[in-house]
C-alpha cells in the first residue's frame, strides 16, 4: 500500500478532539493546525477516517505546497505533479479554490489556471488532448494562504457532517460533528444519565447515542473515493464489516424533549434512520418542566439562538430559567452551547471551563458546569486537556 500525507479538516476549536480520534484509531505524529490535523497512512487509513471519525469535516489527501506569487508560479507548480499517476484519464476533475491574505486573490481565475495545468499533466501522462470526464469524481482544491499554495483530493465528498439520517432539519440545524464533539466533551457514557431539553430534531441525542452504542458515524454512507482505483474495494467491505462487529448492544436511554410537536416528530423519525430509536425517549415538554429521579447525570443542550430564531429576549428568558433549572440539579454537570456574550451573566453563573466553537459561521461558546465531571477518577484526562 502507498503511504499519504492525510488532512483531517475540522471545525475551529475542535482540533484537540478531532486529534483525539484519530489517535484513538491508531495514528501518531499528528500535526495540529488551525482547523486541520495532518498525519500519514495508507488507503486504510483514509477509509477508517472516512467511517469512524464523528467530529472532522472531511478527509483531505495533501499533494503538494508551493510559493504561488503569480499565476506562472500556480501554473508551474501544479502542471510538475505527474496527474496521470493520480487521475484516469475519464476521471471528473472539479476543481475548487480559496485565496486568504494572498496575491493571487481572484479565486475563479486560479481555478482555471489549476485546471489547465492538470489538463497539461494528463495529456503528458496519456498523449491525448480530450478528456471526457465521465468517470470517478476527483475533488481537487488549490488553497491559498499567505501566497503558498498547498493542493489536495477531497476523499469524502460531501461533508462527513451528512450522516444519512437528518432529511428535515429543522429551523436553526446544528451540525452532526459539532453534536459529536460536545458530547464526547461531556466525557458521558452510559448508562449515566444524559439529557438534551431543546432537542429539535434530534442532534445531540443521536449522536450521543451513536457513540453510546459505539456505531460508526460513517457506516451507513458512502464516500467519494469509493469509486477510485486507488483503493480497493476489500478494503471498504472489510472495515464497514469490522464497524458492525464493534457495535455494542447495551441498554441505556437518552432523554431528550422539545416544546414543538412538528421537530420531535422529524426528531423520532431521524432516530430511527440511524437505527438508535430504542435508545431515545422523546418527550413533547418545556424545559423548565425537567425533572429526574436520578442524583446525578449530564445536560447538553443548543438553546435558540434568538439571532436565528427572531426573539433574543425569549432566548434570555431561556438562559435565565435554565440557571434556575441547573440549581436544582446538585450533581449534574451541563454542557451548553450559546452565542450569547452575557450567557454567563444570565445563567447566574461563571462556567468551570468554556471553549470557542463555531457553529457554521456562527461564533459560539461552550459553557461547561462540570459539577459530575469533578467526580471523575483523579488522573482521567478527557479530550482537549
Same mark, same amino acid.
Given at each position: 500500500?502507498?503511504?499519504? @500525507?492525510?488532512?483531517?479538516?475540522?471545525?475551529?476549536?475542535?482540533?484537540?478532539?478531532?486529534?483525539?480520534?484519530?489517535?484513538?484509531?491508531?495514528?501518531?505524529?499528528?500535526?495540529?493546525?488551525? !482547523?486541520?490535523?495532518?498525519?500519514?497512512?495508507?488507503?486504510?487509513?483514509?477509509?477508517?477516517?472516512?467511517?469512524?471519525?464523528?467530529?472532522?469535516?472531511?478527509?483531505?489527501?495533501?499533494?503538494?505546497?508551493?510559493?504561488?506569487? &503569480?499565476?506562472?508560479?500556480?501554473?508551474?507548480?501544479? $502542471?510538475?505533479?505527474?496527474?496521470?499517476?493520480?487521475?484516469?484519464?475519464?476521471?471528473?476533475?472539479? $476543481?475548487?479554490?480559496?485565496?486568504? *491574505?494572498?496575491?493571487?486573490? @481572484?479565486?475563479?481565475?486560479?481555478?482555471? $489556471?489549476?485546471?489547465?495545468?492538470?489538463?497539461?499533466?494528463?495529456?503528458?501522462?496519456?498523449?491525448?488532448?480530450?478528456?471526457?470526464?465521465?468517470?470517478?469524481?476527483?475533488?481537487?482544491? #488549490?488553497?491559498?494562504?499567505?501566497?503558498?499554495?498547498?493542493?489536495?483530493?477531497?476523499?469524502? !465528498?460531501?461533508?462527513?457532517?451528512?450522516?444519512?439520517? *437528518?432529511?428535515?432539519?429543522?429551523?436553526?440545524?446544528?451540525?452532526?460533528?459539532?453534536?459529536?464533539?460536545?458530547?464526547?466533551?461531556?466525557?458521558?457514557?452510559?448508562?449515566?444519565?444524559?439529557?438534551?431539553?431543546? /432537542?429539535?430534531?434530534?442532534?445531540?441525542?443521536?449522536?450521543?447515542?451513536?457513540?453510546?452504542?459505539?456505531?460508526?458515524?460513517?457506516? *451507513?454512507?458512502?464516500?467519494?473515493?469509493?469509486?477510485?482505483?486507488?483503493?480497493?474495494?476489500?478494503?471498504?467491505?472489510? $472495515?464497514?464489516? &469490522?464497524?458492525?462487529?464493534?457495535?455494542?448492544?447495551?441498554?441505556?436511554?437518552?432523554?431528550? @424533549?422539545?416544546?414543538?410537536?412538528?421537530?420531535?416528530?422529524?426528531?423520532?423519525?431521524?432516530?430511527?434512520?440511524?437505527? #438508535?430509536?430504542?435508545?431515545? #425517549?422523546?418527550?413533547?415538554? &418545556?424545559?423548565?418542566?425537567?425533572?429526574?429521579?436520578?442524583?446525578?447525570?449530564?445536560?447538553? /443542550?443548543?438553546?435558540?439562538? !434568538?439571532?436565528?430564531? !427572531?426573539?433574543?429576549?425569549?432566548?434570555?428568558?431561556?438562559?435565565?430559567?435554565?440557571?434556575?433549572?441547573?440549581?436544582?440539579?446538585?450533581?449534574?454537570?451541563?454542557?451548553?452551547?450559546?452565542?450569547?456574550?452575557?450567557?454567563?451573566?444570565?445563567?447566574?453563573?461563571?462556567? &468551570?471551563?468554556?471553549?470557542?466553537?463555531?457553529?457554521?459561521?456562527?461564533?459560539?461558546?461552550?459553557?461547561?458546569?462540570?459539577?459530575? #465531571?469533578?467526580?471523575?477518577?483523579?488522573?482521567?484526562?478527557?479530550?482537549?486537556?
Amino acid at each position: 500500500m502507498a503511504l499519504y @500525507s492525510i488532512c483531517a479538516a475540522t471545525s475551529f476549536g475542535m482540533e484537540s478532539i478531532t486529534a483525539h480520534e484519530i489517535k484513538a484509531l491508531g495514528f501518531d505524529r499528528l500535526i495540529v493546525n488551525n !482547523g486541520k490535523i495532518i498525519f500519514s497512512g495508507d488507503e486504510e487509513a483514509i477509509v477508517r477516517c472516512n467511517i469512524w471519525l464523528r467530529t472532522a469535516d472531511r478527509i483531505l489527501i495533501g499533494i503538494k505546497e508551493f510559493k504561488a506569487t &503569480d499565476f506562472e508560479e500556480l501554473f508551474q507548480g501544479i $502542471v510538475s505533479v505527474e496527474w496521470g499517476d493520480i487521475l484516469p484519464a475519464d476521471s471528473i476533475m472539479h $476543481v475548487t479554490g480559496k485565496s486568504v *491574505r494572498s496575491r493571487l486573490f @481572484s479565486v475563479k481565475d486560479c481555478q482555471s $489556471v489549476a485546471k489547465k495545468a492538470i489538463i497539461e499533466a494528463m495529456k503528458r501522462r496519456y498523449h491525448r488532448s480530450i478528456f471526457p470526464e465521465t468517470g470517478p469524481l476527483y475533488k481537487i482544491e #488549490v488553497a491559498l494562504y499567505k501566497d503558498l499554495a498547498t493542493v489536495t483530493i477531497d476523499t469524502t !465528498g460531501p461533508g462527513l457532517h451528512k450522516r444519512g439520517y *437528518r432529511q428535515d432539519k429543522g429551523e436553526a440545524p446544528l451540525r452532526e460533528t459539532l453534536a459529536a464533539g460536545m458530547v464526547m466533551l461531556s466525557r458521558w457514557s452510559p448508562p449515566e444519565v444524559l439529557s438534551d431539553p431543546f /432537542c429539535g430534531s434530534g442532534t445531540i441525542p443521536i449522536e450521543a447515542a451513536l457513540i453510546g452504542k459505539n456505531m460508526a458515524p460513517g457506516l *451507513r454512507r458512502s464516500f467519494a473515493s469509493e469509486g477510485w482505483w486507488q483503493i480497493d474495494k476489500k478494503i471498504w467491505e472489510e $472495515v464497514r464489516g &469490522d464497524a458492525r462487529s464493534k457495535i455494542k448492544n447495551n441498554n441505556f436511554k437518552i432523554l431528550s @424533549s422539545d416544546m414543538d410537536r412538528r421537530v420531535l416528530k422529524t426528531a423520532r423519525q431521524n432516530a430511527k434512520r440511524a437505527g #438508535v430509536e430504542d435508545c431515545i #425517549v422523546f418527550q413533547m415538554m &418545556d424545559f423548565n418542566s425537567f425533572q429526574s429521579k436520578k442524583d446525578s447525570g449530564c445536560i447538553i /443542550c443548543n438553546p435558540p439562538y !434568538g439571532e436565528r430564531m !427572531g426573539d433574543i429576549k425569549k432566548t434570555e428568558e431561556i438562559y435565565k430559567g435554565l440557571g434556575s433549572l441547573y440549581s436544582r440539579l446538585e450533581n449534574w454537570s451541563l454542557f451548553v452551547l450559546s452565542p450569547h456574550p452575557d450567557f454567563q451573566r444570565l445563567f447566574g453563573m461563571r462556567a &468551570d471551563r468554556n471553549r470557542k466553537i463555531y457553529n457554521g459561521k456562527i461564533r459560539c461558546y461552550l459553557y461547561q458546569y462540570l459539577r459530575k #465531571v469533578k467526580e471523575k477518577k483523579k488522573g482521567h484526562k478527557g479530550y482537549g486537556e
